[in-house]
């Protein structure tokens, strides 16, 4: 019993034996081939320091190929074929096989062995000078290894590989360099066209500018400015809203932050002049905004508001423009105190002279056909005086030079006084009172006839007129009261008030000789009955800015693009006046403008339409004009100019001339003379 209980006892525990054999197989298995694996994917190779001192000897070479042996063996008895395939392919990008790459699927291109050296053959002995196996990092160049016949992986790129790398690398060289230059001419045809248009700039209306200036550097520049503006606009139209929809608290908190902001910017332009403490109050204006946006904001009120405030603003620029012209031709046209109470003056001493010592010398030069004559009609007597004394300063000999002075019954007695007290050196001077050429009436001339009727009359001074010059109506610059006065038309009867005479030249009193004048007495007006300078450029100052070409008679007979030219510098052939009867053209055009439908009023289109065809172009170098109205005037022209005309509303004798060019007339001014002085006109 016993000996059987033995016996079946041994038989027991050989079964149970048996039973645990599995798990004992699959420990060792794990145990085992797992480091095997382990090593063979990490490429564990023994590899010799990069110091010449560590280079591995051959025995401990040949036990590393030794157990590189023995794993593949283990290897290949425990995995299939198909397996060690798909592991021998892995190889050829990343090199010997990791577990990272098992876990990872791929390994990036740019790691790869340099230097490392196998034996082909299995009892090959290494060199002694072998190379360590090292790791480099590169930039990544796509499958650039190879698989040997024994199924491990050169380290080496083809040639031909390379050939096409380096070509690759050739190409985006080029494809740079091709960008960049692109870039550069790209560039410098910009700065190009920026200067081109530079230059195309019109500095005769904006005055000098530059695009390339410091200040227009920044496109963002003064950006608190205008976002402080943006703020007071929304401001304002939920202010509105607010009142509309009964929110006082929130209407008294946005108007006093206006009022904040408002008095912070005041008249500032630029952020430069801010006050240090507007960044807080434009912060405070944003969340009163806020606040206001989110209680009140309905996007068709605030269109609204928006548009009614453009419109009001829009007809306030309006109505302040029309305002300004209006001021602007009154400022221009009214004698100023100072040379108002020295013509008052100078009247009240003339009218206290006995009657004999009121007359000029040099009488008999007045009608002497072969000296120089000069006509001037004025009721300025300081603005006359800078003309007579200017031309004769710069005369070569003033004995030969008459001047022809005509002005209002007002002014006579000035005009004689200033002269009779400062005579022009020993040039003759003979002072005229248009309202004593009786020949020159209402049923002669059809401008004083015009004058007369009662539709001029209506046209200037009736106040509830809609297009009387109280109202700021359109083309002040024409309906001027100065174009009453008979002065101003006068320059169309000079054969008649000058009968002996063969040349004139007609000066206005607003102008400056610099040099002398007597060559255009010898210039040949070739037939031509007026000797000026044109004043037409490429597109203006030509025929049809100062007429009505919609008229069929302006149509007919004018050239809208002929070219204008200029009063103010006149050389009048008398002669050739007379012969072609100039002063019927003007009459009758005169006659057939009794609407205004020809032009409107002045003297310069009828004077375009009677001297039209009969006009000698002279050198502009004779007269330069804009310096009333053009800051942009070359400073070379006006110095080499023999006249310098301040045509426009900047008269130099205002306060609102400009003073760059004040001083070409101030200098013929004596400003120590009793009478300047005691009616406080200086510089």
């Not at 564990?44 to 036990?63: C, H, R």
């Not at 160049?141 to 083809?158: E, P, W, Y």
Request: aromatic fraction near 10%.
């Amino acid at each position: 019993m016993a000996s059987g209980r033995g016996l079946s006892g041994t038989g027991i525990h050989r079964k149970r034996g048996g039973g645990s054999r599995l798990p004992i197989v699959l420990v060792i298995f794990f145990s085992v081939l797992a480091p095997l694996i382990f090593f063979v994917g990490r490429g564990l190779y023994t590899s010799a320091s990069i110091d010449q001192n560590d280079i591995p000897s051959g025995s401990s070479k040949q036990n590393v190929h030794w157990r590189e042996r023995l794993a593949l063996q283990y290897i290949k008895s425990l995995l299939s074929k198909d397996v060690i395939d798909v592991i021998a392919a892995s190889t050829v990008d990343l090199g010997p096989l990791s577990l990272d790459s098992l876990r990872k699927s791929n390994m990036s291109a740019s790691w790869k062995f340099v230097g490392a050296e196998t034996s082909v053959e299995n009892n090959a002995t290494s060199e002694p000078n072998q190379k360590a196996v090292r790791i480099e990092k590169e930039a990544p160049k796509g499958k650039g290894d190879n698989i040997l016949a024994d199924g491990r992986s050169q380290l080496v790129d083809t040639p031909a590989k390379q050939f096409r790398r380096q070509l690759r690398e050739r190409r985006r060289e080029k494809r740079a360099a091709d960008l960049v230059q692109q870039d550069d001419e790209a560039i410098v045809k910009l700065e190009n066209a920026a200067i081109e248009r530079s230059k195309s700039v019109d500095s005769a209306v904006l005055g000098k500018y530059s695009i390339w200036r410091k200040e227009n550097e920044n496109d963002n520049s003064d950006s608190t400015v205008r976002l402080m503006r943006d703020q007071m606009i929304m401001a304002r139209v939920y202010l509105s809203i607010a009142k509309m929809k009964n929110k006082p608290d929130l209407q008294q908190e946005l108007q006093s932050r206006l009022k904040e902001s408002q008095r912070a910017l005041g008249d500032t332009a630029a952020d430069a002049d801010l006050h240090h403490s507007v960044p807080e109050k434009i912060k405070l204006m944003g969340q009163v905004l806020s606040k206001a946006r989110e209680q009140l904001y309905d996007c068709k009120l605030v269109t609204g508001k928006l548009r009614a405030m453009l419109q009001t603003a829009d007809e306030q620029v309006r109505s302040l423009k029309k305002q300004s012209t209006f001021l602007s031709q009154l400022a221009a046209k009214t004698i100023p105190n100072g040379i108002h109470c020295m013509s008052m003056r100078l009247t009240i001493e003339y009218y206290l002279l006995p009657p004999e010592k009121r007359k000029f010398p040099g009488s008999e030069n007045l009608e002497n056909p072969n000296l120089y004559h000069y006509a001037l009609f004025s009721d300025n007597v300081l603005a006359a005086s800078v003309v007579v004394n200017s031309t004769i300063m710069n005369a070569k000999d003033s004995s030969k030079h008459v001047f022809h002075l005509v002005t209002d019954k007002l002014n006579f007695g000035a005009m004689n006084m200033w002269f009779l007290l400062n005579p022009p050196g020993k040039a003759a001077i003979h002072v005229e009172n248009v309202d004593e050429f009786k020949w020159l009436n209402s049923s002669y001339c059809p401008v004083l006839r015009q004058l007369e009727s009662a539709s001029m009359k209506e046209y200037y001074f009736k106040a509830d007129h809609p297009t009387t010059l109280s109202s700021g109506a359109s083309n002040l610059k024409y309906r001027n009261p100065k174009y009453l006065s008979m002065l101003n038309h006068l320059r169309f009867y000079l054969p008649q008030v000058y009968p002996k005479l063969n040349k004139i030249l007609f000066l206005d009193d607003d102008i400056v000789v610099q040099k002398d004048l007597t060559r255009l007495w010898s210039v040949d007006l070739q037939g031509k009955v007026n000797g000026a300078v044109e004043t037409c450029g490429e597109s203006f100052h030509r025929f049809d800015k100062y007429l009505n070409f919609t008229n069929p008679y302006i149509a007919r007979n004018f050239d809208p693009n002929a070219c204008g030219w200029a009063y103010g510098m006149n050389m009048f052939d008398l002669k050739e006046w007379k012969k072609k009867d100039i002063t019927g053209i003007y009459h009758k055009w005169q006659n057939m403008n009794e609407d205004r439908t020809l032009w409107k009023l002045g003297t310069l289109p009828p004077g375009l339409i009677t001297f039209y065809n009969l006009t000698h172009p002279l050198e502009k170098s004779w007269h330069v004009l804009g310096l009333g109205y053009n800051p942009s005037v070359d400073r070379s022209e006006i110095e080499n100019a023999a006249v310098v005309h301040y045509n426009g509303n900047m008269k130099p004798w205002l306060e609102l001339a400009m003073t760059k060019y004040r001083s070409y007339w101030t200098k013929y001014i004596k400003y120590d003379h009793p009478y300047l002085r005691n009616c406080n006109l200086n510089e």
